[in-house]
Nanobody, 125 residues
Framework: VQLQASGGGLVQAGGSLRLSCAAS????????MGWFRQAPGKEREFVAA????????MYADYVKGQFTISRDKAKNTVYLQMNSLQPEDTAVYYC???????????????????WGQGTQVTVSS
């Protein structure tokens, strides 16, 4: 599956962005779609994930209530709505897809086999 992330940019603190991840090349049935981020000098970390077929979602504690993940089955696209952005949210955001992922594995990088190219999100103070 090919993943194309978009929607990043420069925003002031308190602002919002919506990231999109368009998938192609393989059915997303039985997949789990995730968003991860990587700030300069830091490891890539889990942000949110959604199971494509059932819509179960999972969030990292540090984005709960701030970010929302959703999917549009007709468009084969996953979204990440990010509100109340802060400078610490600055990172490259990656979307990823995994198949046969059990719930407990959703936050783990190794559960994902396919990765998009990343989109830069910069939040200014």
């Amino acid at each position: 599956v090919q993943l194309q992330a978009s929607g990043g940019g420069l925003v002031q603190a308190g602002g919002s962005l919506r990231l999109s991840c368009a998938a192609s090349g393989r059915t997303l049935s039985n997949s789990c779609m995730g968003w991860f981020r990587q700030a300069p000098g830091k490891e890539r970390e889990f942000v949110a994930a959604i199971r494509w077929s059932f819509g179960n979602t999972m969030y990292a504690d540090y984005v709960k209530g701030q970010f929302t993940i959703s999917r549009d089955k007709a468009k084969n696209t996953v979204y990440l709505q990010m509100n109340s952005l802060q400078p610490e949210d600055t990172a490259v955001y990656y979307c990823a897809a995994g198949y046969g992922t059990i719930l407990s594995m959703m936050p783990h990088i190794r559960a994902y086999n396919y990765w998009g190219q990343g989109t830069q999100v910069t939040v200014s103070s």
